[in-house]
């Protein structure tokens, strides 16, 4: 059964630093892995998607990288702000795709002005 | 933008009542998902839907059911509350795979927290 991993639970940095928030998964054999945000009380919003052939996306400040063989992610933030804080969520779909998501725990990410 | 919108934000119920959590989306997805998120639990999938009228079972889904009559729209009913569902409630949808499937990348809502007293 696949598990994700994300390691720590909680971090907690100075505004201006790079940086990255690990993802690991034990089946190496997956479709696509999403990486989300979550502000406390809210909904997941999407922030990548890793499609099994690509090794890495970036958005603005954010890329995403996937080293399948190894079963990792992360995810690197640089220039981190205060508005950066929030829980970081990956997850990952096995291959063929026609299973749902299976979702880490989060890493709960403070960004100190 | 895609947007999935939850019928309610918060939700206060009693033991024993029926509950319906409404789900919209408005980017003609195939398929719709609902979740519970509870601290140090994580998110866990209760029920999914890949097309109008079909429903699959999640990790959890016993005392909820699901009904999808329309594309757009996907509901969770709680036949009868009970305290141990109370929780975060969240509902996703996704575009259709290539090959058929859940592939493509998720959306999700604001989420709706309900307390069952």
């Known amino acids: 059964k696949q598990e994700v991993t994300q390691i720590p639970a909680a971090l907690s940095v100075p505004e201006g630093e790079n940086l990255v928030l690990n993802c690991s998964f034990t089946?190496?054999?997956?479709?696509?892995l999403q990486w989300f945000r979550q502000d406390p009380g809210k909904g997941l919003t999407s922030l990548l998607l890793i499609q099994s052939s690509q090794r890495e996306q970036t958005s603005g400040r954010l890329n995403a990288s996937l080293d399948k063989s190894s079963g990792r992610s992360t995810l690197y933030i640089a220039a981190s702000q205060p508005g950066d804080s929030a829980t970081y969520l990956c997850a990952v779909r096995l291959w063929p795709g026609n299973t749902p998501l299976v979702f880490g725990k989060g890493t709960r990410l403070s960004v100190i002005a | 933008d895609v947007k999935v919108t939850q019928s309610s934000r918060y939700l206060v119920k009693r033991t024993g009542e029926k509950v319906f959590l409404e789900c919209v989306q408005d980017m003609d997805h195939e398929n719709m998902f609902w979740y519970r998120q509870d601290p140090g639990l994580g998110l866990r999938l209760i029920y999914f839907?890949?097309?109008?009228?079909?429903?699959e079972k999640g990790d959890i889904p016993e005392g909820y059911s699901v009904s999808r009559e329309k594309k757009e729209r996907f509901s969770l009913i709680l036949e009868s509350a009970s305290t141990n569902q109370t929780s975060m409630y969240l509902c996703?949808?996704?575009?259709?795979?290539?090959?058929?499937?859940?592939?493509?990348?998720?959306?999700f809502g604001p989420g709706t927290r309900l307390t069952v007293l």
């Open positions: 996703a949808s996704s575009r259709q795979g290539r090959s058929g499937g859940l592939g493509n990348e998720q959306f």
């Open positions: 089946d190496s054999a997956i479709y696509n």
């Open positions: 839907s890949y097309d109008v009228k079909m429903k």
